[in-house]
């Protein structure tokens, strides 16, 4: 195949060299970066005993004793002296301080942070000295044996949002404690203070609660996970592994006071009125009944399987709620609320005859009314509720705070109704979500979520007024589980991004600065080796896009990576990619389909893998499209999603235009009249998501786009049985003509038929990527 492809005159530097007004503070490598930082001259060196003045009091003797293990894998012994002493290093009170804000002076000849009593400040001044050492002192296997310099600093420093929070999902896969106690660290070091754990899920019940034992008996067990994406095989496949774990309340103790230590709250999580399947196992009384045998799920839905609102589940998840209020000092205890199906409450006597009696006008009324009636007995204990948006349908519970995680209208909905808001909306704030191109990628959920996403994303909307904003009181990563079986796994997903979150949430957004915070992690990745920690190194490779440039008009294909300093050598259809390969300075012109390979270098040496993408060239590329109707998703990145040079892929939906309707006209402009004899494009199959292929395609052509005339047409009927999700290529040549403007009618493919999932509901189109020769 012939190759054509030039590099554009350079007329500007390929990487900024990150001089934001910040880039002075880049040697002090701090991160989430501090919000006030004065570098000053000369170093103090660490070594040797130490003496550290600190008051006797709990919370800044828990600080000490953290700093002290901080630096056991160094010779520095500290000797702990009283604040009224002269010391090398000194942790003061300042009750003029804000709670958990600090300063922290460097000199050459002593160390001073101080916070107020609460000491939290204290912490997180440790947390900043810390990271301004040398990454060796956290390497387990040797020890550190030289002088520590620390650069002399004065930094004062508060946090943007009071909850800077993280989410892991337990209930879909349990996760050993260790890993937990590791995340806690992790979390810490980040200066994170409120660790969501989501204990309770229709996959497995993890919590132990004396008053009911069958939760763990049975409620932790169950026989067997789905393999592979929800939607992706047809059956379903399973991995026929037994799945178990839950913690005793001795090990949550542990977790909480782990936790606590680290000036971190643990806010637990039990769902409800929804995601009760593995408690429903455990008491089937609890449901609605209608004949069902309940069981612990084996695969990743939302189940129509929930509590039924009587006497008896109040009770019960009372019981539960008062052992989770003993073991958990946490302020807040996160009910869900979100993702209840209200199918089994429609045909319950009991929900419908309570309806009537409590004047509920429906089931999304009689939610809400479960919730309030679960934020009373909470109250009574006073501790307050989170629950997931959906607590916002049929009304909010008086004193909730709501998690916003369909996007971020349910914040701000609820702040407008003076609620608190923690800001987790799915597209900035899902970890689970894939980081990197999805073809390379481990498995994930879906989505797409890079690094930079995570960091730009402000969490006050600019629809609220100053006084609606300041009901946000902060915002949260969250790590689902669906997908995460390891622990090894869940580190992958949850850094570096968990980094860029703490920027999010510590940093004022006028200090925040993306070239900045990338030079920043390049080297704490250094350190997150040294912590074992399984991080995605997708940092260190090349995200490869491509678009049709409408001023030059050439198809380019751009190379970028997040790692700074570094070069990106690239080929064309060639997989050995060497120092010595094309050196790129500036996007790639295409003008036949082609794969690039691409690599990130420094000083000669490669930094990661190889990535490589392939790109589609035809007549279609890159002209516009019209659409009736218009597609009900396309979640294309960039370019444009039907003739953009990308063919979409069966694991990731994003890529495909999906249609609704009987009937889908889809004109092409070419932008000129060119000689045509041949059209292909894809469907996608994938029954779990109603994608079904079309059952008829005509092609008409037009030199005006008013008069269409009629070129051929083509039935389709599908004699297969595929078993996972598959892309159908269609190719239809027709005699040429020459035409501007092209139009395929494709017909719907009808019902989704029995047997598969959504018998019976009308099929979608989902379509990808045109092309004309
Ligand atoms: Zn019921």
Not at 206 to 227: A, C, D, N, W
Not at 482 to 489: A, K, L, V
Not at 590 to 615: C, M, N, Q, W
Request: glycine share 6%; charged share 25%; proline share 6%.
């Amino acid at each position: 195949m012939k190759i054509a492809y030039w590099i554009l005159a350079a007329s500007f530097t390929l990487l900024s060299c990150g001089e934001g007004h910040n880039d002075g503070m880049k040697d002090y490598g701090i991160i989430p970066m501090p919000n006030g930082i004065v570098p000053e001259q000369g170093k103090y060196i660490l070594q040797g005993e130490k003496t550290v003045a600190v008051s006797s009091e709990e919370l800044s003797m828990k600080v000490f004793q953290y700093f002290e293990n901080a630096l056991k894998n160094t010779s520095v012994t500290l000797k702990r002296v009283s604040l009224t002493e002269q010391a090398d290093i000194s942790f003061l009170i300042n009750d003029t301080l804000p709670d958990e804000a600090y300063t922290l002076e460097v000199s050459s000849h002593n160390i001073k942070i101080s916070s107020n009593a609460s000491a939290a400040g204290l912490f997180y001044g440790v947390q900043s000295l810390l990271q301004l050492m040398p990454s060796e002192i956290y390497d387990t296997q040797q020890k550190y044996e030289s002088n520590i310099e620390i650069p002399a600093v004065n930094i004062t420093d508060a946090p943007r949002f009071p909850y800077r929070g993280a989410m892991m999902d337990v209930g879909r896969n349990f996760l050993p404690k260790e890993e937990v106690l590791k995340f806690l660290d992790l979390m810490a070091m980040y200066k994170l203070n409120k660790f969501h754990f989501h204990l309770t899920d229709d996959q497995g019940w993890r919590i132990e609660i004396k008053k009911y034992p069958k939760l763990t008996e049975i409620g932790s067990h169950r026989k067997q996970t789905q393999v592979g994406h929800c939607d992706y095989y047809y059956p379903r496949r399973f991995d026929g592994k037994e799945k178990e774990g839950y913690y005793t309340q001795d090990e949550i103790r542990e977790i909480v006071k782990y936790a606590s230590d680290r000036f971190i709250t643990v806010i637990p999580e039990i769902e409800m009125p929804g995601h009760a399947s593995a408690a429903l196992a455990s008491y089937p009384e609890l449901s609605c009944g209608l004949g069902k045998t309940y069981v612990v799920r084996d695969y990743f839905d939302v189940f129509d399987e929930v509590y039924c609102p009587k006497e008896g589940t109040f009770d019960f998840l009372e019981g539960v709620l008062t052992e989770v209020i003993d073991l958990f000092p946490s302020h807040y205890i996160h009910i869900g609320g979100d993702e209840c199906p209200k199918k089994a409450w429609k045909k319950c006597d009991h929900c419908q005859a309570l309806m009537k009696r409590e004047g509920l006008k429906d089931e999304e009324s009689l939610q809400s009314w479960f919730i309030h009636r679960i934020e009373q007995f909470v109250n009574s204990k006073g501790r307050d509720i989170i629950g997931w948006d959906e607590i916002l349908e049929g009304g909010l519970a008086p004193n909730a705070t709501v998690m916003s995680w369909r996007g971020e209208e349910g914040g701000i909905e609820a702040a407008r109704q003076k609620h608190k808001v923690i800001m987790t909306p799915g597209d900035k704030c899902y970890i689970d979500h894939y980081q990197e191109s999805p073809e390379f990628a481990p498995l994930a959920i879906g989505g797409f979520l890079p690094l930079d996403s995570v960091y730009t994303y402000n969490p006050l909307p600019v629809e609220l007024t100053p006084e609606e904003q300041a009901y946000i009181i902060g915002t949260q990563a969250n790590v689902w589980g669906e997908y995460i079986q390891t622990p090894e796994y869940f580190e992958y997903m949850a850094f570096p991004r968990l980094l860029a979150m703490s920027e999010v949430q510590w940093t004022q957004p006028e200090n925040k600065n993306l070239s900045s915070f990338v030079r920043r992690l390049d080297g704490e990745f250094k350190r997150l080796d040294y912590c074992g920690v399984n991080a995605c190194r997708n940092f260190y490779e090349v995200n490869l896009t491509g678009a049709w440039n409408d001023s030059r008009h050439v198809y380019e294909v751009t190379l970028k990576t997040f790692c700074p300093d570094t070069e990106i050598y690239y080929t064309i259809n060639d997989s050995v990619v060497s120092s010595s390969s094309n050196l790129y300075k500036a996007p790639v012109s295409l003008s036949e389909d082609a794969t690039v390979y691409a690599a990130v270098y420094r000083d000669g040496k490669p930094l990661g893998r190889i990535t490589h993408k392939g790109f589609a060239m035809n007549k279609a590329t890159g002209n516009p499209y019209e659409c009736v109707p218009p597609p009900v998703a396309e979640k294309v990145n960039e370019g444009i999603g039907l003739t953009d040079g990308i063919p979409g892929y069966t694991r990731d939906l994003r890529r495909w235009v999906i249609f609704r309707g009987d009937t889908v006209r889809i004109t092409v402009d070419l932008g000129k009249a060119v000689p045509v004899n041949r059209v292909a494009f894809a469907f996608l199959w994938r029954p779990f998501d109603t994608l079904w292929p079309a059952s008829k395609l005509s092609v008409s052509v037009s030199t005006d786009s008013k008069t269409f005339t009629s070129v051929g047409s083509k039935e389709y009927s599908y004699d297969f049985t595929p078993t996972e999700a598959t892309r159908f290529p269609v190719s239809y040549s027709f005699p040429e003509v020459t035409a501007r403007y092209i139009c395929l009618e494709l017909l719907n493919g009808g019902l989704c038929p029995e047997g598969y999932y959504h018998a019976g509901q009308q099929s979608r189109l989902a379509i990808d990527e045109i092309e004309f020769y």
